[in-house]
C-alpha cells in the first residue's frame, strides 16, 4: 500500500466543488498537503514556490491557460521535475480536445467524473512507476544522458516489467548524446519486434533529420497504416514533402494532421506558413488566425504569426485595396503585436511597414509614409539586424513602397552578413542587379572557403590568417567572425595567449546579436561557454 501523507498534492480546477470533492477524496487517502488552485496561471505561480510530488489538472478552465499551456510552460520554465505526476482532468470528449491533451504528453488523462477508488487506482499505478524508474529520472533531473543509460540497462535487468519505459528513455538519452548508430539500431529492433508509435515517430525522425528522405517517408507512411489517427506521423510526412520542394503535398499531410488534432500550435503556425507560400492565402490566413487565438495564453506565443496574419490579409487582395473587413483585421492583428511587443523594435518597424502597404493600397498615402518614416527611425537604431529571410521581406516591402535607397541599403547588410550562403545571394540577386551589393563578398568569401580547406588539413595559423583578412573585407559576417573566433581557439587549447583569447572574445563580441533563429547561434553559443572556460 503507497503512503501518500508525505506527498504534496495540487489541485487545479475553474470549479470550487471539484476542487473540494477532490481534495475530499485526497485527504480520505490520507494525503495531509493539498493546495488548490483556480486559474492555470495561478498553478504556475504556486508551482514557483513549492515543489509538489502531484498535480491534478483540468484541461479546460474557461479564460486564460488550459491545462496543456500549464504542463508546456512549466516543462519549459523548469517548474516540474521528472518525479512529478501530472495528470490531466477533463469532462470533455471531443476529439480536438482528447487529442490536445494526449500530445502534450501528461503522465495520465483522467476522465470526469470520478471516485476516490477510481482515482487512487490510477495514482497508485503511476506512484509505482515513478518509483520503479527513479534512477532514470534522477539523472535526466541532472541531465545526465549517459547516466540514463546506465540507469535503463540496470533497471531492465531487475525488472522487465518496465522495459518499455526505459526503452523509451534510452532511445531519448542516445538521441541526445548523438548516438545516431545505436539509435538507429535500438528503433529498427524495437519496431520489428512490436511496432510502438513512439518509436515510429523518432525513427521517421530520424532519418528524416539525416536526410534519408525516401527511408523517411516510407516509415510514416506505414506507421500511418497502423496508427492513422497520430497527428506527429503526418508531420513527418509533410517535413518530408517540403524537404523535397513538394511544398503543396507538404500542405496536404499538415491538413490532415490538423483533422485530426486541430489545437497544435506549432500545426497552425506551420499550415500557415506553407499555405503562404503556395499562394493559398484562404487556408494561409485560417491556420494563422487559428495560431493567434491558440498563443493567446501560450509559452510559445509567436509574433510572427500576427505579422504573417496580417500579411496574408494584405497579399490576399493582391494589387487592390483591402476590403474593409480584411483592413479592420489587419490593423487590430498588428495593434495587438504592438501592443503586447511594444518593446520590440524590430517587430514594431515590420508592422509599421506591412501596416503602411496595407494603407497605400487604399490610398492613404498621408498615413502609411508617417507609418514608413516611424519604421525607418526604429530600423537606423536596431541593436540586431534581422534574420536573412526576414531582412528580404522588409527590402521587398520598401520596394513596394517605393523606398529603393532603403531597400538597397537592407539587402547590402544582408549580404554582407550572410552573404556566404548561397541561397541568400541567390534572393538577394532577384530583388537587386547592383554589383556593388552582388559582388562585395566575392573574395572574401574565396578567402573563407580557403580558410575552411586549411583548418580541416589542420593548418591552424594558416586558416586564421585567412578568415581573419576574409573577416578584415567583410567585419559584419557572421560565418567569417565565428571561423576565426574557432580557429583563435583551436591555437589556444593548445598555446594559452591572453592576446589571442582576447581576439577571440572580440570576433564573438561582434557577433553577439546574432538572432537566436539563426542556426548558427548554437555554436556561437558553444564557443563563448569555451572561451569564458579558459
Not at 470533455?92 to 494526449?102: D, F, G, I, K, N
Given at each position: 500500500?503507497?503512503?501518500?501523507?508525505?506527498?504534496?498534492?495540487?489541485?487545479?480546477?475553474?470549479?470550487?466543488?471539484?476542487?473540494?470533492?477532490?481534495?475530499?477524496?485526497?485527504?480520505?487517502?490520507?494525503?495531509?498537503?493539498?493546495?488548490?488552485?483556480?486559474?492555470?496561471?495561478?498553478?504556475?505561480?504556486?508551482?514557483?514556490?513549492?515543489?509538489?510530488?502531484?498535480?491534478?489538472?483540468?484541461?479546460?478552465?474557461?479564460?486564460?491557460?488550459?491545462?496543456?499551456?500549464?504542463?508546456?510552460?512549466?516543462?519549459?520554465?523548469?517548474?516540474?521535475?521528472?518525479?512529478?505526476?501530472?495528470?490531466?482532468?477533463?469532462?470533455?470528449?471531443?476529439?480536438?480536445?482528447?487529442?490536445?491533451?494526449?500530445?502534450?504528453?501528461?503522465?495520465?488523462?483522467?476522465?470526469k467524473?470520478?471516485?476516490?477508488?477510481?482515482?487512487?487506482?490510477?495514482?497508485?499505478?503511476?506512484?509505482?512507476?515513478?518509483?520503479?524508474?527513479?534512477?532514470?529520472?534522477d539523472?535526466?533531473?541532472?541531465?545526465?544522458?549517459?547516466?540514463?543509460?546506465?540507469?535503463?540497462?540496470?533497471?531492465?535487468?531487475?525488472?522487465?516489467?518496465?522495459?518499455?519505459?526505459?526503452?523509451?528513455?534510452?532511445?531519448?538519452?542516445?538521441?541526445?548524446?548523438?548516438?545516431?548508430a545505436e539509435?538507429?539500431?535500438?528503433?529498427?529492433?524495437?519496431?520489428?519486434?512490436?511496432?510502438?508509435?513512439?518509436?515510429?515517430?523518432?525513427?521517421?525522425?530520424?532519418?528524416?533529420?539525416?536526410?534519408?528522405?525516401?527511408?523517411?517517408?516510407e516509415?510514416?507512411?506505414?506507421?500511418?497504416?497502423?496508427?492513422?489517427m497520430?497527428?506527429?506521423?503526418?508531420?513527418?510526412?509533410?517535413?518530408?514533402?517540403?524537404?523535397?520542394?513538394?511544398?503543396?503535398?507538404?500542405?496536404?499531410?499538415?491538413?490532415?494532421?490538423?483533422?485530426?488534432?486541430?489545437?497544435?500550435?506549432?500545426?497552425?503556425?506551420?499550415?500557415?506558413?506553407?499555405?503562404?507560400?503556395?499562394?493559398?492565402?484562404?487556408?494561409?490566413?485560417?491556420?494563422?488566425?487559428?495560431?493567434?487565438?491558440?498563443?493567446?495564453?501560450?509559452?510559445?506565443?509567436?509574433?510572427a504569426?500576427?505579422?504573417?496574419?496580417?500579411?496574408?490579409?494584405?497579399?490576399?487582395?493582391?494589387?487592390?485595396?483591402?476590403?474593409?473587413?480584411a483592413?479592420?483585421?489587419?490593423?487590430?492583428?498588428?495593434?495587438?503585436?504592438?501592443?503586447?511587443?511594444k518593446?520590440?523594435?524590430q517587430?514594431?518597424?515590420?508592422?509599421?511597414?506591412?501596416?503602411?502597404?496595407?494603407?497605400?493600397?487604399?490610398?492613404?498615402?498621408?498615413?502609411?509614409?508617417?507609418?514608413?518614416?516611424?519604421?525607418?527611425?526604429?530600423?537606423?537604431d536596431?541593436?540586431?539586424?534581422?534574420s536573412?529571410?526576414?531582412?528580404?521581406?522588409?527590402?521587398?516591402?520598401?520596394?513596394?513602397?517605393?523606398?529603393?535607397?532603403?531597400?538597397?541599403?537592407?539587402?547590402?547588410?544582408?549580404?554582407?552578413?550572410?552573404?556566404?550562403?548561397?541561397?541568400?545571394?541567390?534572393?538577394?540577386?532577384?530583388?537587386?542587379?547592383n554589383p556593388?551589393?552582388?559582388?562585395?563578398?566575392?573574395?572574401?568569401?574565396?578567402?573563407?572557403?580557403?580558410?575552411?580547406?586549411?583548418?580541416?588539413?589542420?593548418?591552424?595559423?594558416?586558416?586564421?590568417?585567412?578568415?581573419?583578412?576574409?573577416?578584415?573585407?567583410?567585419?559584419?559576417?557572421?560565418?567569417?567572425?565565428?571561423?576565426?573566433?574557432q580557429?583563435?581557439?583551436?591555437?589556444?587549447?593548445?598555446?594559452?595567449?591572453?592576446?589571442?583569447?582576447?581576439e577571440?572574445?572580440?570576433?564573438?563580441?561582434?557577433?553577439?546579436?546574432?538572432?537566436?533563429?539563426?542556426?548558427?547561434?548554437?555554436?556561437?553559443?558553444?564557443?563563448?561557454?569555451?572561451?569564458?572556460?579558459?
Amino acid at each position: 500500500m503507497i503512503d501518500y501523507s508525505k506527498k504534496r498534492f495540487l489541485v487545479v480546477d475553474d470549479f470550487s466543488e471539484f476542487r473540494t470533492s477532490v481534495t475530499g477524496m485526497l485527504r480520505l487517502m490520507a494525503v495531509k498537503n493539498v493546495d488548490a488552485a483556480a486559474r492555470g496561471e495561478e498553478a504556475i505561480a504556486m508551482c514557483r514556490n513549492t515543489a509538489y510530488d502531484v498535480i491534478l489538472h483540468d484541461y479546460n478552465l474557461g479564460a486564460g491557460k488550459n491545462g496543456q499551456q500549464v504542463l508546456e510552460e512549466l516543462h519549459h520554465a523548469g517548474l516540474i521535475s521528472p518525479h512529478c505526476i501530472f495528470v490531466m482532468c477533463t469532462a470533455e470528449s471531443s476529439q480536438a480536445m482528447v487529442m490536445s491533451a494526449l500530445e502534450c504528453e501528461p503522465d495520465a488523462y483522467l476522465t470526469k467524473p470520478f471516485n476516490r477508488a477510481s482515482l487512487q487506482q490510477r495514482l497508485d499505478k503511476l506512484v509505482e512507476r515513478k518509483l520503479a524508474l527513479k534512477p532514470i529520472l534522477d539523472a535526466q533531473a541532472k541531465r545526465d544522458q549517459n547516466a540514463v543509460l546506465a540507469a535503463c540497462e540496470q533497471i531492465m535487468a531487475s525488472n522487465k516489467r518496465f522495459a518499455p519505459q526505459c526503452l523509451r528513455h534510452k532511445a531519448g538519452a542516445l538521441k541526445a548524446l548523438g548516438k545516431h548508430a545505436e539509435l538507429e539500431a535500438l528503433l529498427t529492433g524495437l519496431i520489428a519486434d512490436r511496432p510502438m508509435p513512439w518509436a515510429l515517430v523518432m525513427l521517421g525522425n530520424h532519418w528524416l533529420e539525416r536526410g534519408e528522405l525516401d527511408r523517411a517517408e516510407e516509415i510514416f507512411t506505414s506507421a500511418i497504416r497502423q496508427f492513422p489517427m497520430l497527428p506527429a506521423l503526418f508531420d513527418g510526412l509533410a517535413a518530408v514533402h517540403a524537404a523535397r520542394g513538394a511544398t503543396d503535398k507538404a500542405q496536404e499531410y499538415l491538413e490532415q494532421g490538423l483533422r485530426i488534432s486541430p489545437n497544435s500550435l506549432q500545426r497552425q503556425h506551420d499550415l500557415g506558413k506553407l499555405a503562404k507560400a503556395n499562394g493559398d492565402y484562404d487556408k494561409a490566413i485560417r491556420a494563422f488566425r487559428q495560431a493567434v487565438d491558440l498563443g493567446r495564453h501560450s509559452q510559445f506565443r509567436n509574433p510572427a504569426d500576427h505579422l504573417d496574419l496580417a500579411a496574408s490579409l494584405n497579399e490576399q487582395a493582391g494589387d487592390s485595396a483591402p476590403a474593409p473587413k480584411a483592413l479592420l483585421e489587419i490593423r487590430q492583428t498588428l495593434g495587438d503585436l504592438g501592443k503586447t511587443w511594444k518593446d520590440d523594435a524590430q517587430l514594431v518597424a515590420r508592422a509599421n511597414l506591412l501596416h503602411a502597404s496595407a494603407l497605400a493600397k487604399t490610398g492613404d498615402q498621408t498615413t502609411a509614409d508617417k507609418l514608413v518614416a516611424e519604421a525607418s527611425t526604429l530600423m537606423a537604431d536596431l541593436p540586431t539586424f534581422f534574420s536573412a529571410d526576414v531582412a528580404l521581406e522588409v527590402a521587398t516591402q520598401l520596394k513596394q513602397l517605393g523606398r529603393e535607397e532603403q531597400a538597397e541599403a537592407v539587402l547590402s547588410t544582408c549580404a554582407e552578413m550572410y552573404g556566404d550562403d548561397a541561397k541568400v545571394m541567390d534572393a538577394i540577386a532577384g530583388q537587386t542587379s547592383n554589383p556593388r551589393i552582388l559582388n562585395a563578398g566575392v573574395q572574401a568569401q574565396t578567402l573563407n572557403r580557403e580558410g575552411i580547406q586549411a583548418y580541416q588539413q589542420q593548418a591552424f595559423p594558416q586558416a586564421l590568417e585567412l578568415f581573419r583578412q576574409a573577416r578584415e573585407l567583410q567585419p559584419r559576417n557572421i560565418s567569417f567572425a565565428l571561423n576565426t573566433a574557432q580557429s583563435l581557439l583551436r591555437l589556444l587549447l593548445s598555446e594559452p595567449s591572453a592576446e589571442l583569447k582576447a581576439e577571440c572574445q572580440q570576433c564573438l563580441a561582434q557577433v553577439s546579436t546574432i538572432p537566436v533563429t539563426d542556426p548558427r547561434h548554437a555554436r556561437y553559443e558553444k564557443l563563448c561557454k569555451t572561451v569564458a572556460s579558459l
